[in-house]
């Protein structure tokens, strides 16, 4: 078999994102897994390209990413559609609303569509009407790094001057992060041991759109400025180190497709506290304490960072609901659907 990933439209700034990650854990993956077939990547259209399987692995509503072709069978991917679920918080303009309709009247005619959550998936049915059966949830998995040393850590932590205690987050700072939610609680806090860590390439950026500025503001704002640490993008086998040595992760957010930081976080052994919306209970399950974003995170944060007991308790609990989710898991269950797709068309 040979799948082509057809990567033409994701810009630079995606490929730095989830679905970077996920489109080359997955390639990897199913490469490892399946050594008898071939998966490549393309950056042209896929009008004339020969494979069996043709995945778009990104799907905007808002740019035209897919091209269609009657000869080889097509799958997409579609992470989320926060921008249409929240629309207010996602204005377009006249360009993007033709482009959604273009989008959807193709997406409709794919062979299959992929979605990692359930949550997702009842938003693909409910904004595009697709129907059920041609939507498979294939969760994603967690950041592939190793444990760094012992030896290692120290000078890892001493390189990002981290100090011992500090609440973490990891992300981008889209509206449906809730980031300015997030420090705003960091400031309700008593304590003031604790720091704030918020990693992520735009931080290093500092793009001039509104909500960065926003993020400055909160910031600035706060009484803890001071307290409160921006970082850049941080290499795979540091970010562990991060998680590992951090007091808690936060995850705020308005709403999720999938939540990729959580699952990572727990995996390096980090407790976790976050929003109940859109997919995180997905993923969390029973292995992390839920707020409601809205009215009670601050709260919620205390009580966790003044018992050391549920701290560890959370550690051992999401370390074991960490396993549940693997690239390798991801990789099959796609390739299941490539067999399943092509012997439809058969």
Known sequence: ????????????????????????????????QF?????????????NIKADIIHY??????????????????????HDLIPLRFASHFPVGL?????WQIQKFLVKRVDHII????????????????TEQKISVIPLGPNKSEKVPARMTSKILSSYKLPEKYILYVGDINWNKNLVGLIDSFAQIKDNSFHLVLVGKVFADKPNIPEYHAIETAINQSN????????????????????????????????????????????????VATSDRGSLPEIGGNAVVYFDPKTNMT???????????KL???????????????????????????????????
């Open 35 to 47: 050594h008898r077939d071939k998966i490549v990547s393309a950056l042209a259209k896929t009008k």
């Open 57 to 78: 692995p990104y799907f905007d509503p808002f740019f035209l990413t897919l091209h269609l072709t009657k000869k080889v069978p097509i799958i997409v991917t579609i």
């Open 224 to 271: 803890k400025s001071a307290q409160i640490i921006c970082l850049g993008f941080i290499p795979s086998h540091h970010l562990s180190v991060i998680y590992s040595k951090a007091m808690l992760y936060v995850q705020p957010s308005w709403y999720e497709g999938f939540g990729l930081p959580i699952l990572e976080a727990m995996k390096f052994g980090c407790p």
């Open 95 to 99: 360009r993007g609303r033709i482009s």
């Open 115 to 130: 979605t990692d959550s359930n949550s997702s998936k009842q938003d693909i049915m409910q904004f595009i009407g697709i």
């Open 299 to 309: 709260s919620v944060i205390e009580k966790l960072l003044k018992s050391p007991e």
């Open 312 to 346: 560890a308790e959370l550690r051992v609990l999401g370390l074991k609901q960490a396993e549940l989710f693997t690239w390798e898991n991801t990789a099959i269950l796609t390739h299941k659907l490539y067999e399943k797709v092509l012997a439809t068309r058969i």
């Open 1 to 32: 078999m040979k799948v082509v990933f057809s990567l033409k439209q994701m810009n630079s700034a995606s490929s730095t994102r989830g679905i970077g990650v996920y489109t080359r854990e997955l390639m990897s993956a199913l490469q490892k």
